[in-house]
């Protein structure tokens, strides 16, 4: 199934990168793995393949064995890596680890650069390790360098959950976090230390001084981050699941 030929070869990597090298694929299963299941949430992740297209590979990865859909608790369809899929992830992993390695420039090139995903990734490690207890705690993103309306974001934490807001909620901000878009993410990718980037002036936080502290706790960076604080070239352990 697909728009591939295929190799015409029984060499196990022949018949393995028909599968993996189509178009897109490596990051729908990433996007998988990282714990999104419901369409929408694939497509925030890979925001600039088309619904169409996403939906394709879905069911290309479904008729290989990668993805099974089951119904979700309200009667809409979830996609889960099988376990073929879950088998598959490491060599996903490994081509996020080459890429930090080699070819770490090209990684905040400025055609590489996209706030929506970047934003997107910070929220779902940040629900990882939620902070501020009970109360409402609201974080505004202030970011240059991006297209105009593409420039702020807001998390909300609360009572344990992260939302990721494209427009003003509403609520009193408690933490204002500026930067441009190529730092914030190359401190996300561990390119930059945020301690680093605090002293040079190349990210600013305005808040109160506990909130300020608290930052760096909340903040999850990238799981490839470890690589990226190692001179191009070094080898790195494979990031955690």
């Known amino acids: 199934m697909g728009e591939t030929t295929g190799y015409g ?4 990597v022949s018949i393995a990168a028909e599968v993996l090298t189509q178009r897109w694929t490596p990051l729908v299963i990433r996007e998988l793995h990282c714990g999104s299941v419901r369409f929408n949430d694939l ?23 990668i993805v099974e859909r089951r119904e979700g608790a309200n009667g809409t369809s979830e996609y889960h890596l099988t376990p073929a899929g879950r088998e598959m992830f490491p060599l996903v992993e490994q081509m996020g680890l080459w890429a930090q390695r080699w070819l770490r420039h090209r990684l905040v090139e400025p055609t590489n650069l996209d706030p929506d995903l970047l934003m997107w990734d910070i929220r779902r490690n940040v629900e990882r390790r939620a902070a501020a207890g009970e109360r409402r705690f609201v974080v505004e993103f202030q970011v240059s360098g991006a297209p105009i309306t593409h420039r702020r974001y807001w998390l909300v934490f609360d009572r344990g959950e992260v939302d990721l807001c494209y427009r ?5 901000v408690a933490l204002f976090v500026t930067a441009t878009l190529r730092v914030l ?8 230390q945020i301690a680093q980037a605090l002293r040079d002036g190349r990210l600013s936080l305005d808040g109160s001084r506990q909130d300020v502290a608290a930052f760096p ?11 990226g604080t190692l001179p191009p070239g070094q080898a790195a352990a494979a990031p955690a699941p």
């Open 9 to 12: 070869q029984f060499c196990p």
């Open 217 to 227: 706790v909340w903040f999850a960076l990238s799981a490839f981050a470890p690589a």
């Open 43 to 65: 497509q925030r992740g890979v925001p600039r393949m088309s619904s169409s297209l996403l939906a394709r590979r879905l069911k290309e990865l479904e008729f290989a064995g």
């Open 185 to 192: 993410t190359e401190i996300w990718l561990g390119h930059i």
């Open 168 to 172: 003003d909620p509403g609520h009193e």
